[in-house]
């Protein structure tokens, strides 16, 4: 495979077909801390973090009022947000847990701390902070060797911003 996009390309953003606009907007900005960047009246929203135009659109073109996906389909298996910190990963999971959003996992990768729950709509949704490269464990031969170690949730929280 010859053809290799630039190291500096990204992620831009998730866009998320809710069932229920004002729902899913109070939960990526409230919970989460998203702001709301524009809204195309009942039908889509954008959201970002800071000032960028959006980290996340919603909208409800085919699916107002739909159920969740099925579990055992293709699609979207989660979206998931970077933090710079640890700190302000903790902050962030301290509001999902005030919410009463109940977490589906927690764990250590050795590359990065991540904490997994779903949105209002069943959809999968990562939280994790970046643990610095020089620090990611490696094989013998240099390549990464992550793993899924338990991440300590109390001693988390605690660093909270």
Same mark, same amino acid.
């Given at each position: 495979?010859?053809?290799?996009?630039?190291?500096?390309?990204?992620?831009?953003?998730?866009?998320?077909?809710?069932?229920?606009?004002?729902?899913?907007?109070?939960?990526?900005?409230?919970?989460?801390?998203?702001?709301?960047?524009?809204?195309?009246?009942?039908?889509?929203?954008?959201?970002?973090?800071?000032?960028?135009?959006?980290?996340?659109?919603?909208?409800?073109?085919?699916?107002?009022? !739909?159920?969740?996906? @099925?579990?055992? *389909?293709? $699609?979207?298996?989660?979206?998931?947000?970077?933090?710079? +910190?640890?700190?302000? #990963?903790?902050?962030?999971?301290?509001?999902?847990?005030?919410?009463?959003?109940?977490?589906?996992?927690?764990?250590?990768?050795?590359?990065?701390?991540?904490?997994?729950?779903?949105?209002?709509?069943?959809?999968?949704?990562?939280?994790?902070?970046?643990?610095? !490269?020089?620090?990611? @464990?490696?094989? *013998?031969? $240099?390549?990464?060797?992550?793993?899924?170690?338990?991440? +300590?949730?109390?001693? #988390?929280?605690?660093?909270?911003?």
């Amino acid at each position: 495979m010859s053809a290799r996009v630039p190291a500096e390309t990204r992620v831009g953003h998730i866009h998320l077909k809710v069932s229920d606009l004002d729902r899913a907007i109070a939960f990526y900005g409230d919970v989460l801390g998203f702001s709301l960047t524009q809204r195309y009246g009942d039908q889509a929203a954008f959201l970002a973090a800071g000032d960028y135009h959006h980290h996340i659109g919603l909208n409800t073109w085919h699916s107002r009022g !739909a159920g969740p996906a @099925p579990e055992r *389909a293709a $699609g979207l298996y989660h979206s998931a947000f970077v933090f710079p +910190d640890r700190a302000s #990963l903790g902050a962030a999971l301290q509001r999902v847990l005030d919410h009463g959003t109940p977490l589906d996992g927690a764990a250590d990768h050795g590359v990065s701390q991540a904490v997994y729950f779903r949105d209002p709509d069943g959809n999968g949704v990562e939280l994790y902070w970046d643990k610095p !490269a020089e620090d990611w @464990p490696r094989a *013998a031969d $240099g390549t990464l060797a992550m793993v899924n170690d338990r991440l +300590d949730i109390p001693a #988390l929280l605690a660093e909270a911003a």
